[in-house]
């Protein structure tokens, strides 16, 4: 009697933990990163003031389109392309690799990671200063 107890008991936790696992999955499906910056920060097409924003994966199957939120996910401000940038060890914790600019303009964000991630988003920016190039004296 008492081991058909503790048979119904294991059975009913056992399928209890299976019903919550996908739920926890499904918490690192989108990255969900909230980050709180104390300068002015460049993202691709703007400047983000100083303060708490979200950072997550858009809710699609290409995990490379980052949307930016206000702390309270109520407005949306970017919604960003990047590309994949691997490290050989994931990081313990969230990482932003964060690119200098030139005098006068704000750092800008220029990678994401997760943690245990290996693989990281890369924010594209546009080149300038490649317009003289082709300008030449013959």
């Not at 990081?91 to 964000?109: L, N, T």
């Not at 990678?111 to 013959?138: I, M, Q, R, V």
Request: glycine letters at 6%; aromatic letters at 14%.
């Amino acid at each position: 009697m008492r081991f058909a107890r503790m048979l119904v008991l294991s059975v009913c936790t056992a399928v209890l933990c299976a019903a919550l696992v996908p739920g926890v999955r499904a918490d690192d499906w989108n990255r969900r990163t909230i980050a709180t910056f104390s300068d002015s920060l460049q993202i691709p097409g703007q400047i983000l003031p100083a303060g708490t924003y979200v950072f997550k994966l858009a809710n699609t199957n290409d995990r490379h389109i980052v949307q930016i939120w206000s702390a309270d996910e109520t407005q949306l401000y970017a919604t960003v392309m990047t590309i994949p940038v691997y490290v050989s060890e994931p990081p313990d914790d969230v990482y932003f690799r964060i690119d200098e600019r030139p005098s006068g303009e704000p750092q800008a964000v220029g990678a994401w990671f997760y943690p245990g991630d290996t693989c990281g988003n890369e924010f594209l920016y546009p080149h300038y200063g490649y317009s003289n190039f082709a300008k030449t004296n013959y």
